[in-house]
C-alpha cells in the first residue's frame, strides 16, 4: 500500500466561546447552534477526506484516529452562525415591514458615532429616511446590483452592504477608507486585460499572483488548485522578498474544511481584515436569542473561527482576503492574499477581485481544455495510423504490440497485454496473474473500465499484481472475452508539503499546525494516474471493436467471391469476371477457357481420406496459377474442377497454356508420408460472336470432357 512517513494535519478547534457561537469543542460534542447539516458537496468531500491522509497525486487514505477527530470536529463548526463579526465594521439585522433594528452589533454606537443603542430603532432614526428610503429600493430590487450604497452619519462616511436571510434586512457598515487605497478600478480592468495575453496555464497562474500582489499590495498572494481528490495545491506564489517561498507545496482537504469550501461556492469572496482584536458578539431585544441563529453566510463582516486565527497566526499573517475560483458549480481553486498586517480593501473593489477571479478560472478552463484537445489530436492521430497498420495485418494480437505502430504509442504504458479474436499476445512488463486480473475486472466492473494507479491498496486480492505493476487498466473489446490491458511500474513521489504533518508539528492533536516550512514525504506503491487516457482506452477499444467487425465482414464478403479452400475465385467471381470480359469492346484478342479437372481424385478421398484430398487440391491450385500468366485468372469451380479465364492470339496460345498446365499438375506430388501421381484434363473453348458466359463455361466443360475420353481411349489402346 501507498507508504507514508507520517500523518497529514486537519484543522481541528481548540478554542472556546460562549453563548451559542464558537465554544469548546472535543470528541462527542454535538453540534453548536443553529449550524446546519452538511449539503451533499460537503458531505461528499468531507467522505473523500475522512477516510485518512490524502496523497498529493493518488488520493490514497490512511486512516489516522486524530485525523478522524479533526474531521469530525469540523463538521461541528458553527462557521454560518458565529453570533458574531469582524471588529472593523458593524451589523444591523432589520424587521423587514417596519425596518426596525433587531439585531445588532454590540459596537454599533462605536463604529457609526450614534449617542445611543440602535436596537429597537427604525433605520429613518438611525440614519435618516433618505437612506431607509435607498435600503428599500436595494431590497425591492437585487441588493447585489446595487451594493454598497453610501451613508454619511454625522463626518462618519461608510459603504453600506445590504441582504436579506431568514426574514431579516442585513445592512453591514464598513468605515470608508480614510487613506485612498492603490487600488482602483481602472488598474484592475488593465490588469484582467494583462491576464488575457497569457497563452499558458502556468504562467497565468504566475500572472495573476504577481499582478494581484502589485495592485492590492498584499505581502503574498498565492494561486492553489484542487486536485480531485480534495486536496490543495500551491501553483503559483508572489511574495515580498525574504519571505519563504510556498509555491509547489501540497495541503491536505482538511486545512480549508468541506463547509467552508461550501460557503466559497456562493459567498465568492473572504476578507479577514486582522486577528488581534476580538470578535464583536451580535445582541437583540427579542426574549430568544436570535442573534445566534441568524445566518451570516453572505456577510461580508462574519467573524472568524478562533482554530482559522491562529492558523493564521502561525502562518505570520494578520490579514488576508481569498477568492473563489468556480467552474461548473465546482471550486477548482482559489487566489488567496495574505498580509503582516492589517490591509482592508473597500467592497466595490473586493466584488472586481471576484470579476478576475472568475476571468481567470474561465482562462484557465479554456487553456487547460486547449492542452487536452492538442493531446487528443495527437492520440487520434496515433490512433487513426494503428487502424489504417491493422487492415493489412494478419495477426492482429501480435499486430498490436509488436506492430510499427502499437497501443503502446497511443496509451503510454510499460506493459500491455491483449486478446482479439480469440488471440492472445503480450509485451513489456506484463504480470503473470493476467487471467486473475480480466476475471477481477469483469466481475467488479462489467462494461466500464478498470483502472488503478495503486493496485494492490485498491485491491487487496490482486497483490500479487502489486510486484510486477502498481498501475493496470483494463477495457474490454466487444462482448466476447477479447480485452486491452495496460500495465504502470511503481514510481516513487516525493510529496512537498505545506508544513510538517506529524504530530510533533501541534500543540494539541486538534490544534493546527506550528510550522509551515516545507516538509516532504515519500509516496510508494502507486502509478502514474491514467487521467484522460482511460476514455483514450475505452475509444480504441471500440476502434478495435470495429475493426474486428469489419474484418469479419471483409471475410464474408471474400467468401462470397472466394474458395475457402484454395483461396483462389469461385464460380461467382468466375463468372462475373467472364461476363465482364465478354462485355467489354477493348479486348482485341479472343477470351480462351481452359477447363481443368483432376483425373481420379474421388480414389485419392478414397484411399487417404479429405484431409489428404484437400491438401491436394490447394497444391494443384498453386501449381496451375504457377503454369498460367499473371494476367490469366484461375479459379476453382468446385470439387476437382478448375477454370482459367485467359486472353489469347490464338488457339495454339490456349493449347501451349493447357499443356504447361498438365505438365506441372503431373510432377511428383508428396503430401506427408502419401507420394501422388496425379494427370488432369483440359479441355479449352474460345468466345464466339455474342456468346454468354453460361454458354461458354459449358462449352468448356464439354471439351473437358472429350479431351478425359481422348485421354482414356488412349490408355485402352
Request: aromatic share 4%; proline share 3%; charged share 20%.
Amino acid at each position: 500500500m501507498p507508504r507514508w512517513r507520517c500523518s497529514n494535519p486537519n484543522s481541528g478547534f481548540s478554542h472556546a466561546r460562549v453563548a451559542g457561537g464558537y465554544r469548546a469543542m472535543s470528541a462527542g460534542v454535538g453540534r453548536v447552534g443553529g449550524c446546519s447539516r452538511p449539503s451533499e458537496y460537503g458531505k461528499a468531500l468531507m467522505s473523500a477526506t475522512i477516510a485518512g491522509h490524502v496523497s498529493a497525486e493518488t488520493g490514497r487514505t490512511i486512516a489516522d484516529a486524530a485525523e478522524l477527530l479533526r474531521l469530525e470536529q469540523c463538521a461541528q463548526e458553527p462557521i454560518r452562525t458565529p453570533g458574531s463579526i469582524q471588529p472593523h465594521g458593524a451589523l444591523m439585522a432589520l424587521d423587514p415591514l417596519t425596518f426596525v433594528v433587531r439585531i445588532a452589533s454590540s459596537n454599533c454606537q462605536e463604529i457609526m458615532g450614534t449617542a445611543s443603542a440602535v436596537l429597537g430603532l427604525s433605520l429613518t432614526e438611525i440614519a435618516g429616511a433618505a437612506f431607509e428610503r435607498e435600503v428599500r429600493a436595494s431590497v425591492a430590487a437585487a441588493p447585489a446590483e446595487l451594493n454598497p450604497l453610501s451613508l454619511a452619519i454625522g463626518e462618519r462616511s461608510f459603504d453600506a452592504i445590504v441582504h436579506t436571510v431568514d426574514g431579516f434586512v442585513i445592512v453591514e457598515l464598513e468605515p470608508v477608507l480614510s487613506t485612498p487605497s492603490t487600488l482602483s478600478t481602472s488598474a484592475l480592468n488593465a490588469l484582467i486585460h494583462r491576464l488575457t495575453l497569457s497563452k499558458a496555464v502556468r504562467d497565468l497562474r504566475a500572472d495573476t499572483a504577481a499582478g494581484l500582489r502589485k495592485l492590492t499590495g498584499f505581502d503574498r498572494v498565492m494561486v492553489y488548485h484542487f486536485h480531485p481528490d480534495g486536496h490543495g495545491e500551491i501553483l503559483a506564489d508572489d511574495h515580498a522578498d525574504g519571505m519563504e517561498s510556498y509555491g509547489g507545496l501540497h495541503f491536505p482537504a482538511s486545512d480549508i474544511p468541506a463547509q467552508a469550501r461550501e460557503l466559497y461556492l456562493t459567498k465568492l469572496s473572504r476578507a479577514i481584515v486582522g486577528t488581534s482584536r476580538s470578535s464583536v458578539e451580535l445582541v437583540t431585544d427579542a426574549e430568544e436569542p436570535v442573534q445566534f441563529r441568524l445566518d451570516l453566510s453572505n456577510a461580508e463582516l462574519r467573524s472568524v473561527s478562533p482554530h482559522h486565527l491562529q492558523f493564521m497566526s502561525n502562518m505570520g499573517q494578520e490579514s488576508t482576503l481569498s477568492i473563489s475560483m468556480v467552474r461548473h458549480g465546482q471550486l477548482i481553486g482559489m487566489i488567496t492574499c495574505a498580509h503582516r498586517g492589517v490591509l482592508r480593501i473597500p467592497f466595490l473593489l473586493r466584488s472586481g477581485l471576484e470579476v478576475l477571479a472568475n476571468h481567470v478560472a474561465l482562462q484557465l478552463s479554456a487553456l487547460e481544455r486547449v492542452a487536452q484537445l492538442t493531446r487528443q489530436v495527437a492520440i487520434r492521430s496515433t490512433r487513426s495510423q494503428l487502424m489504417s497498420e491493422l487492415a493489412a495485418a494478419g495477426d492482429l494480437a501480435e499486430s498490436l504490440v509488436r506492430g510499427r505502430v502499437t497501443v503502446r504509442d497511443v496509451i503510454s504504458a510499460d506493459g500491455v497485454s491483449v486478446r482479439i479474436g480469440g488471440v492472445s499476445a503480450t509485451a513489456g512488463d506484463v504480470p503473470d496473474e493476467i487471467e486473475h486480473l480480466i476475471a477481477h475486472a469483469e466481475r467488479t466492473s462489467p462494461g466500464e473500465p478498470f483502472a488503478s494507479d495503486a493496485i494492490a491498496v485498491e485491491h487487496p486480492d490482486l497483490a500479487a499484481i502489486g510486484a510486477t505493476s502498481a498501475g493496470v487498466l483494463v477495457v474490454s473489446i466487444g462482448g466476447n472475452g477479447d480485452y486491452l490491458a495496460f500495465f504502470r511500474n511503481e514510481i516513487l513521489r516525493n510529496v512537498h508539503w505545506l508544513g510538517d504533518q506529524s504530530s510533533t508539528n501541534r500543540e494539541t492533536v486538534l490544534s493546527p499546525r506550528t510550522s509551515f516550512s516545507s516538509w516532504t514525504d515519500s509516496v510508494t506503491d502507486t502509478a502514474e494516474p491514467w487521467g484522460e487516457l482511460v476514455l483514450e482506452a475505452v475509444e480504441l477499444a471500440r476502434d478495435l471493436e470495429g475493426a474486428l467487425l469489419r474484418r469479419a465482414e471483409s471475410n464474408l464478403a471474400r467468401l462470397a467471391l472466394f474458395d475457402a479452400l484454395t483461396g483462389l475465385p469461385n464460380r461467382r467471381n468466375l463468372i462475373a469476371q467472364l461476363e465482364l470480359a465478354l462485355s467489354s469492346e477493348s479486348t482485341a484478342n479472343q477470351l480462351s477457357l481452359l477447363f481443368i479437372d483432376l483425373d481420379g481424385f474421388k480414389g485419392v478421398n478414397d484411399t487417404y481420406g479429405h484431409d489428404v484430398g484437400d491438401s491436394l487440391l490447394t497444391l494443384v491450385g498453386q501449381r496451375i496459377v504457377s503454369a498460367t500468366r499473371a494476367d490469366d485468372l484461375v479459379a476453382r469451380l468446385g470439387g476437382d474442377e478448375f477454370v482459367v479465364l485467359c486472353e489469347l492470339s490464338g488457339a495454339e496460345e490456349a493449347e501451349a497454356i493447357a499443356s504447361r498446365v498438365r505438365r506441372s499438375i503431373a510432377a511428383p506430388i508428396t503430401i506427408g508420408s502419401v507420394s501422388l501421381a496425379m494427370t488432369a484434363s483440359v479441355g479449352t473453348t474460345v468466345a464466339a460472336r455474342e456468346t454468354e458466359a453460361s454458354e461458354m463455361l459449358q462449352q468448356a466443360d464439354v471439351e473437358m470432357y472429350r479431351a478425359k475420353a481422348r485421354r482414356r481411349q488412349r490408355a485402352g489402346d
